[in-house]
């Protein structure tokens, strides 16, 4: 196997993967159980334990047969996945076909700790557009290391949501390569909420005018989760826009990570590259690390990024306070608050839905 | 741009770097390369104790083991460390006052506009010269004397206050920190000392020259600035060399210690040689420049103008350790033609309600790079620590490169950090109106930057302040059109 | 009926408040005028019970009760309300919510029913109406991406709802133009009976055209160095402090 990477390389500075690395990890069992799955009236392939289900999975017109793998990219968890992938959806969207939505689950389940590498592989034809809905969720120890090859022809529209409810004892590794070509756009929201380590690795590439990449991500960890949202966008042509807010709510002694890197060519003149990452630490022994990175080549671009974090607002505490709002009360409202807000960029009102009530839940156990 | 304009340009461009004269005068140097026998000849030379030898050596076996850093976004062929010198005097004895200075010398300082005559300093500003290696003549000693403030030479301290110098020399910066600051603990040669004692707040601004003359010369100056209780001073450095078509390296050491209620302002006017239009020759600038406020309620605050030299690597630092202290980090870093700027600062939070504030402009033009690189760093213990981090980059042409990378780690729920960056160009329109309103293009340009520098600008004392404008206005002739 | 007698006040090391005394009977409305740096916004903000102000001497009562030493959301349960001069933005507070999380916290303080959403919404949507605002602005959040006539008006909206029996107005007249300054007249106006009683600080004459104050006080240097009828503000705008900080 490649070796996993180490926190010497600058990219991992701050996701440490020895708790993985000293798991040895078995080949996926095979698993009997039916997970639970969301009342969301879409066409679905299940996955169990890395391997699709056909019993509880249905026909979806634009999935082709699974296909070797391809690209192999360049970061470390897709060159590992590379060697092992046996299985992954493999989608492509006609030119100028709406497709809809597709539910993607992935459930797993296993008494000794086990890994899987899905490979996944969407691509959508010119003017096409596409929803694919994805829900990680499992029980004990393994590790899922997933890869995305992301590639949107001109002028479609791909919206990729992604709810990561992996066990807490579980890893979970995705890497997502997208290409978006001019008039394209991709916009993509993990919420991460499971894991005891997981790692989002996106690399964006804005291929021609007008693409437009939407990487917001938010999680809610507690415990001693470990949760990191990194994410590179390259402008390699002019007038594209991009966007990224990432929101992090820590309780316990769980560490967030965000780096976020945007790259504008010296041909990437009018760029449009906004960030903003956010961290609340609700616990003392929380922990964030943030590492918003611009590097530019072109002079006619507005970048910008801004990064907090901190506790809550006083000021804002006093207000509602001043309104007669108890302290305590004051604090759960803007926390609250901040949870909701991390939802704005999810424009597909199902998914929302969906990703409001895990947040409800997830509140009121803390 | 109307070619006339373009030829006047041209033309500034050229002469630009007015402090590119040499200065002819007997030098003594010692053999090229370095080796342990190098660092205990210039020990020798300086009569030195035997625990300085034994640090400078010990800095020296660490450095053999030691690799270049290369994080930073900068490139350079690879340094000779054989071929350089690590020791170059002006070959007379060490003057015992201003009249004993070497006339040429003397008149190198003059065409540099630093007077050394007392006379004619400038009034209330307290000058160090360093001269290649050593320090040439310090001024207004004995006024200082009376305030209770040591001024002088790094040698001269070693010598007449080797208990103070013991205590805190690499006290704040190791001597195996980093692979530049190793190599100046092996070889520096000469630098500034500085001691306010409790209570006294230092008369007048103190300030060192420095100089790069000698061909082939490293030079390798230590500072050492010690701040006691309830002390504050002001302390401004400037920087030049001639005009050379090989790259010299400069690789300092600034030490800054602040106890209980001390205060250390530290501005730096860096206008080494950044080498010609086309990338040839200029400074290499390797810096390790670090503070401590190790006393409650202590501050320390770096402002840095940084226009010369064809690469610079530094990173002023604050370690806010005592209770409520506070860190500060102004810069402005102007890079045009081929210049490579790889600079930022660390804040590290340790103790409690210690508060930091960084404000970063960069300016790109030309074929240059500019980054900014940055850690705020919180750790467990800093509650109710701050950080405000605002850095703005602003790029003139689209040959050139502005990055940004600030590293955010806050493990204290009470801490806050907040972070802006932004990137931009000078709008058209902001053009525009300006010459309509009768000022040319540079001028206009000039007046914008200066603008978009003015938060820090303002931090310098005044008689740098008027120095920084004029040099951001040489720095980028020729950058528009 | 508020009464603040000898109150000094620093933050930090500098002595903001130097002594002053004055009383609001009920039903009255009091304005206080002063230059810049006279202490109006550190009175305000003493009064409302916000951190960083300590207070050396002197006491402040509130319906007899010494309300320095409350909590701020105490201080509103027992009727007093401060309009900010900058109201702060609440991201993700949808504004009916928080109104109504307010004004439950306060009924609940004194004992009385809570209101269910349907009979907030009700009483809400008659207050919006009355200070002609459009019906989103229930539905937005907290101040965010409002105007600064919003944001002041959103605190006249908190102030119909909330009924205070006194009501501070920090310089709550800073940056608008004159319709707005109508709307928050008209919102102070409307509670105005003989239990309610106000503050108004203010820096200009021009907001005292609306509301007509019973008594004027000038503060300056931390104290207050004259109170008449309300004709002084007249006086004031054609003079300046100038004269009066010496006085």
């Not at chain 1, 999680?219 to 990191?228: I, K, P, T």
């Not at chain 2, 940004?404 to 907040?418: D, G, H, L, M, Q």
């Not at chain 2, 932004?422 to 010459?435: G, M, V």
Request: proline letters at 4%; a negative charge.
């Amino acid at each position: 196997m490649v070796a996993l990477p180490t926190r010497k390389l600058e990219a991992w500075r701050y996701t440490d993967l020895r708790p993985l690395s000293a798991i040895s990890f078995a080949a996926p069992p095979a698993v009997s159980a039916t997970p639970e799955l969301p009342d969301l009236p879409f066409p679905r392939f299940v996955f169990l334990n890395g391997a699709l289900n056909a019993a509880l999975s249905t026909g979806f017109a634009h999935a082709k047969p699974f296909a070797p793998v391809e690209g192999q990219g360049t970061q470390p968890m897709a060159l590992i996945n590379a060697d092992y992938a046996q299985d992954g959806i493999n989608i492509e969207i006609p030119a100028g076909q709406n497709a809809g939505e597709l539910l993607l689950v992935s459930a797993a389940s296993g008494a000794a700790p086990f890994a899987f590498h899905p490979r996944h592989r969407v691509k959508l034809g010119q003017g096409a557009t596409f929803t694919l809905i994805e829900l990680d969720q499992g029980e004990g120890i393994y590790w899922q290391n997933a890869v995305f090859e992301v590639e949107v022809a001109e002028g479609a529209k791909f919206q990729h949501f992604r709810l990561q409810e992996e066990s807490v004892e579980a890893f979970n590794t995705t890497t997502i390569h997208a290409d978006i070509a001019g008039d394209a756009s991709y916009e993509h929201f993990t919420l991460t909420l499971g894991s005891k380590i997981s790692r989002t690795e996106i690399e964006a590439n804005l291929l021609g005018q007008n693409a437009l990449a939407h990487l917001n991500a938010a999680q809610l960890l507690g415990g001693v989760q470990h949760g990191d949202f990194t994410t590179i966008i390259r402008h390699k042509a002019p007038n594209c826009p991009s966007r990224q807010t990432v929101k992090s709510v820590l309780a316990g002694r769980a560490r967030g990570v965000f780096q976020g890197k945007i790259e504008v060519d010296q041909i990437a003149q009018k760029t449009d590259g906004y960030q903003m990452s956010q961290a609340l630490l609700l616990s003392p022994d929380a922990e964030m690390d943030i590492k918003p990175e611009l590097q530019i080549f072109a002079d006619d671009v507005k970048c910008s990024h801004g990064a907090t974090i901190g506790a809550l607002d006083e000021e804002q505490v006093f207000y509602l306070r001043s309104r007669g709002i108890p302290e305590a009360d004051a604090r759960q409202i803007l926390i609250r608050a901040f949870l909701e807000e991390a939802l704005e960029p999810v424009t597909h009102d199902a998914s929302k839905t969906l990703f409001e009530e895990v947040l409800q839940s997830w509140w009121s156990k803390q | 741009m109307s070619t006339t304009t373009e030829a006047t340009i041209q033309e500034l461009a050229a002469q630009k770097y007015k402090y590119g004269f040499t200065t002819d005068i007997l030098m003594e140097e010692f053999p090229k390369g370095l080796s342990a026998d190098i660092v205990r000849l210039i020990s020798a030379k300086k009569s030195e104790p035997e625990w300085l030898l034994e640090w400078r050596l010990k800095a020296y076996e660490a450095w053999l083991k030691m690799e270049e850093p290369e994080w930073a976004r900068i490139h350079h062929p690879p340094i000779d460390y054989d071929a350089l010198y690590y020791y170059a005097a002006p070959a007379k004895a060490v003057p015992k006052s201003l009249d004993e200075v070497d006339p040429e010398l003397l008149k190198t300082y003059e065409k540099l506009g630093i007077p050394l005559n007392e006379r004619a300093a400038l009034a209330g500003v307290a000058v160090d010269a360093v001269f290649d290696s050593v320090s040439v003549a310090t001024t207004f000693r004995d006024t200082l004397a009376k305030a209770g403030v040591i001024f002088c030479s790094i040698s001269e301290a070693v010598k007449e206050h080797p208990e103070l110098v013991r205590k805190y020399i690499g006290s704040v910066v190791p001597a195996g920190d980093n692979y530049f600051a190793a190599l100046n603990s092996a070889v520096f040669s000469d630098g500034s000392f500085v001691f306010i004692p409790k209570g006294v707040k230092c008369p007048m601004e103190l300030s060192t020259y420095f100089r790069i003359n000698a061909r082939n010369t490293g030079q390798f100056e230590r500072t050492l600035i010690i701040a006691e209780e309830g002390a504050s001073v002001s302390y401004l450095e400037g920087c030049t060399a001639p005009m050379r078509d090989e790259n010299q390296l400069h690789a300092a050491v600034v030490e800054l210690v602040a106890l209980d209620d001390a205060k250390i302002k530290y501005s730096t006017v860096q206008n080494w040689y950044p080498g010609d239009s086309e990338g040839k020759g200029g400074i290499y600038n390797f810096v390790t420049k670090r503070g401590a406020c190790r006393g409650k309620n202590s501050k320390i605050s770096w402002t840095q103008v940084e226009t010369g030299s064809a690469i610079t690597w530094k990173y002023p630092s604050c370690i806010l350790q005592g209770e409520g202290s506070v860190g500060e980090f102004y810069s402005v870093a102007v890079t045009n033609h081929f210049q490579q700027a790889d600079t930022g600062t660390k804040m590290i939070h340790i103790g409690k309600n210690t508060s930091s504030t960084i404000i970063s402009k960069g300016i790109s033009a030309g074929k240059s790079n500019n980054t900014y690189r940055g850690l705020v760093k919180i750790m467990p213990g800093a509650s109710g620590a701050r950080n405000f981090t605002q850095c703005d980059s602003l790029l003139i042409g689209d040959q050139c490169g502005a990055h940004t990378v600030p590293y955010i780690e806050n493990r204290n729920s009470s801490a806050k950090v907040e972070h802006e960056a932004t990137t931009s160009k000078i709008a058209e329109d902001q053009l525009f109106y300006c010459r309509s309103r009768g000022l040319s293009e540079e001028d206009a340009v000039s007046l914008i930057v200066n603008g978009f520098c003015k938060d820090v600008l303002k931090e310098l004392p005044m008689e740098f302040a008027v120095e920084a404008q004029k040099l951001l206005a040489v720095s980028l002739e020729g950058s528009v059109g | 009926m508020l009464e603040i007698k000898n109150l000094h006040a620093r933050i930090g090391d500098a002595e903001i408040l130097k002594g002053v005394t004055l009383t609001i009977p009920d039903g009255e409305i009091h304005a206080i005028m002063g230059p810049n740096g006279a202490g109006k916004s550190t009175l305000s903000y003493v009064l409302s019970g916000r951190d960083g102000y300590e207070v050396t001497e002197g006491e402040v009562l509130f319906n007899g009760e010494n309300i320095l030493e409350m909590e701020p959301e105490d201080r509103a349960a027992a009727g007093m309300l401060l309009a900010f001069q900058y109201p702060v933005e609440l991201p993700g507070v949808g504004n009916a919510n928080f109104l109504r999380t307010s004004l439950n916290a306060i009924r609940r303080k004194r004992g009385e029913e809570e209101l269910d959403a349907v009979a907030f919404l009700k009483l809400a949507r008659a207050a919006v109406k009355q200070l002609a605002m459009k019906e989103d602005f229930l539905k937005r959040n907290v101040n965010v991406g409002f105007s600064g006539g919003e944001k002041k008006r959103n605190e006249m909206l908190q102030m119909a709802i909330l009924k205070p029996h006194l009501a501070i107005l920090d310089e709550t007249d800073s940056g608008l133009d004159i319709d707005a300054l109508k709307i928050v007249a008209e919102g102070v106006n409307t509670l105005r009976d003989e239990k309610f009683s106000a503050l108004v600080i203010t820096h200009y004459q021009r907001l005292l055209d609306h509301i007509v104050p019973d008594v004027v006080h000038v503060l300056a240097g931390g104290k207050i160095v004259r109170s008449g009828p309300a004709s002084l503000a007249l006086e004031l705008e054609a003079s300046g402090y100038a004269g009066l900080e010496a006085a």
